[in-house]
């Protein structure tokens, strides 16, 4: 039964498990890029591009480029210096501003220590422990593992950042990845980004030239798909991310001086 589209809205999430290591069906490769292709686009330009990767000998090498990157990313300290913020770590904290990452499964020997273990210090230290080698590792074998990459690229023709054109494009591009998202839900797949690659000068070069961008495209985004296996594990160190602001934390009414006001809690 294909979901109606508030379930598909509601159960759409990021999928940062392996996935069944079955080929996607060339017909629902083709669904997901005619959803894309039905996003609404400035002029209905459709700037948008997009690569099917299914060749392993590719998928391999795109996988090394993101196990590197995940390793360098940890190694570094850089992912906590850059992304602690977003980080939560009780139900409690979550709760009152409703965003962010909450890790809530650990080992439970690290459990008393969460807050230390997602600092920049101790992180340096489990990096010479061989905890950022271990993640790089962990993140190649999922992207070798995933049937289907997919790398979503713009026209240079219309994308031009800086100019309004540019923000066009990038709004575009996000209504296309999300048609993707919600499919992908329809067709019992999961999805997640490959992010790694970008956060680490030269390896998104070396993504284009095995891509064989050319000039007139911009790489913009690579993700990682596939069905979901029937039973799903949680990884080792895993999080939620589910929960969402309430209403008056992210609505006005009229102007921005007066917040929108929360349905009463049901009884
Ligand atoms: C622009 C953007 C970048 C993201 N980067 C990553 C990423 O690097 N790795 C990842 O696993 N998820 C990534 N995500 C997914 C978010 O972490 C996820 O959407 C958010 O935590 C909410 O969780 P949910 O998608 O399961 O509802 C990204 C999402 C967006 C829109």
Redesign the pocket.
């Known amino acids: 039964m294909p979901l109606t589209l508030q379930e598909a809205i509601d159960r ?3 999928t ?1 498990g392996p996935f069944d290591p079955r080929p996607v069906s060339l017909e629902h490769q083709h669904r997901l890029i005619e959803a894309a292709g039905r996003a609404p686009s400035h002029f209905n330009s459709q700037p948008w591009r997009f690569v099917l990767i299914d060749d392993p000998k590719i998928r391999e090498r795109v996988a090394d480029i993101g196990g590197r990157t995940m390793t360098q990313l940890m190694e570094g300290g850089t992912f906590f210096s850059r992304y602690r913020k977003y980080f939560r770590f009780s139900a409690e904290e979550m709760d009152q501003r409703r965003d962010g ?1 909450l890790i809530d499964q650990m080992p439970a020997p690290l459990r008393p220590f969460i807050r230390q273990v997602f600092s920049e210090g101790a992180m340096k230290v489990m990096s010479k422990l061989g905890v950022a080698k271990l993640l790089g590792d962990d993140n190649r074998s999922l992207i070798a593992g995933s049937p289907l990459l997919l790398a979503v690229l713009l026209t240079k023709e219309e994308y031009k950042p800086g100019e309004l054109s540019g923000f066009y494009c990038q709004l575009s591009m ?1 209504m296309a990845v999300e048609h993707i998202w919600l499919t992908c839900g329809d067709l019992g797949m999961g999805i ?5 690659p970008m956060e680490i000068p030269g390896a998104w070069d070396e993504l284009k030239a095995l891509l064989n961008v050319p000039d007139d495209l911009e790489l913009m ?1 690579v993700y990682r798909l596939g069905y979901l296996p029937e039973e799903k594990r949680r990884p080792r160190i895993d999080w939620k ?2 929960q969402r602001k309430r209403l008056s934390q992210l609505a006005f009414r009229n102007t921005c001086a007066t917040p929108e006001q929360d349905p009463a809690e049901k009884p």
């Open positions: 759409r999430r990021t940062n990452i996000g997640q980004f490959v992010s790694t985004a991310s589910d």
